[in-house]
């Protein structure tokens, strides 16, 4: 598939600074999508809300992507690719600033909105354009690189966002996020190369289609597990002792070790996809269930947490390289029902939570995650066309 204007795809090792480039993007994007994860007692204590409710930021976000994400993809289909993405990434600091500027919880969920709608385009468009930049064997590694910068939002941008919230206020966070997208915008026009817009033609393959609708169930289920607990990882850290001033600490700890993950995972991925799949997601339910066997000691959250974080760096590559792969559609539709599915189980973890919370109470969010979890491993490894042996 050449579709860049007059180049043919390249090697993995020329086309570098472009992935590099897209890693910065989704960075920026998932840094955006989760910041209020390690803000949430702070805003609640700023409007007089509760957790439960600042936690349904995360919800209202993850349900724009969820619904728009592909008919987004499919209504964009013939406009130029690169233009279109660095309109989405002038839309995260846009949306970036109405928040740091509210005057009233309603406004933050307005501006959440916007970044909801911006992030339902923005993935379909990244990881559609690896595949046209790179050989078709080098995708796994390609991937792990462009997408990677999600691993580094949780890694940096979550943890040093909050630490910053906590020290001088949380709408400093979503203010500097703003001009580190102005930034971005200017990065990216730099070292992107633009691509044909014209829609690739209709994959030869139908049978691919059950593959795909494995994989984007299976991310759906996983990323709803996730978040079930991930989205009050805040609220659980503090209630099992920790001081504010150590939530972005422990939080940088927790990303970090998912860079380790991401590595291991693309690593494995474009040999051993099936085995790479059943180990990581093994290695998260386990570690979840440790979490909530340890929980309320503090060491023993924090550690399992780590772990848990740390495998789960490498879920998102897994089913955005399956998706692709198993050439159903087109790279950019792939990408969107990925972006679609987990966005689904971003909004209905982040609410799952939010009733658990005041019903059931905190001890039992990370055994209905790690449950959750569970059942995608299970699905994973059922869908042997969608998850094989070899890519």
């Not at 600074?17 to 998932?30: E, G, N, R, T, Y």
């Not at 991310?219 to 609220?235: E, H, K, M, P, R």
């Amino acid at each position: 598939m050449a579709l860049l204007h007059g180049t043919a795809q390249q090697s993995f090792r020329q086309r570098l600074p472009s992935l590099l480039s897209l890693a910065l993007a989704s960075c920026l994007a998932v840094t955006t999508e989760m910041l209020p994860i390690g803000l949430l007692p702070a805003i609640g204590q700023t409007f007089g809300v509760a957790d439960a409710t600042t936690g349904l930021l995360v919800s209202l976000y993850a349900l724009m992507v969820a619904v728009l994400a592909v008919p987004l993809t499919l209504a964009t289909a013939r406009f130029p690719r690169k233009p279109l993405l660095l309109a989405t990434l002038a839309c995260y600091a846009l949306s970036n600033v109405v928040v740091a500027l509210a005057p009233s919880f309603s406004v933050i969920a307005a501006g959440r909105v916007l970044g909801g709608v911006t992030h339902a385009l923005f993935f379909s468009l990244c990881i559609g354009y690896v595949p046209r930049l790179v050989h078709g064997s080098e995708v796994g590694r390609a991937l792990s690189v462009a997408t990677g910068g999600a691993s580094a939002g949780f890694v940096l941008g979550v943890p040093l966002s909050t630490s910053l919230g906590t020290a001088v206020g949380w709408r400093a966070s979503f203010g500097l996020l703003a001009a580190l997208a102005l930034l971005t915008v200017m990065l990216v026009a730099r070292l992107l190369p633009a691509v044909d817009s014209t829609p690739p033609p209709p994959p030869e393959q139908t049978s691919g289609r059950r593959g795909l609708a494995a994989v984007v169930t299976a991310n759906a289920v996983t990323y709803l597990g996730q978040f079930t607990l991930y989205t009050f990882i805040s609220v659980l850290l503090l209630s099992a002792g920790a001081r504010p001033a150590l939530l972005g600490p422990i939080l940088l700890v927790c990303g970090s070790c998912g860079v380790i993950g991401l590595w291991l995972a693309g690593r494995g991925l474009d040999r051993y996809p099936r085995r790479t799949t059943a180990v990581t997601l093994g290695v998260v339910v386990a570690a979840v269930a440790a979490f909530g066997a340890g929980y309320p000691a503090l060491w023993a959250v924090v550690l399992a947490a780590a772990v848990w974080n740390g495998a789960f760096g490498g879920v998102p590559l897994i089913y955005q390289a399956c998706s692709v792969r198993a050439h159903a559609v087109s790279p950019e539709l792939a990408g969107a029902w990925v972006n679609s599915t987990a966005n689904i189980g971003i909004a209905g973890g982040a609410a799952l939570g939010a009733a658990l919370l005041p019903t059931l109470g905190l001890s039992l969010l990370p055994w209905v995650a790690m449950a959750l979890i569970a059942v995608s491993l299970a699905l994973s490894m059922f869908a042997r066309q969608a998850f094989p042996s070899r890519p």
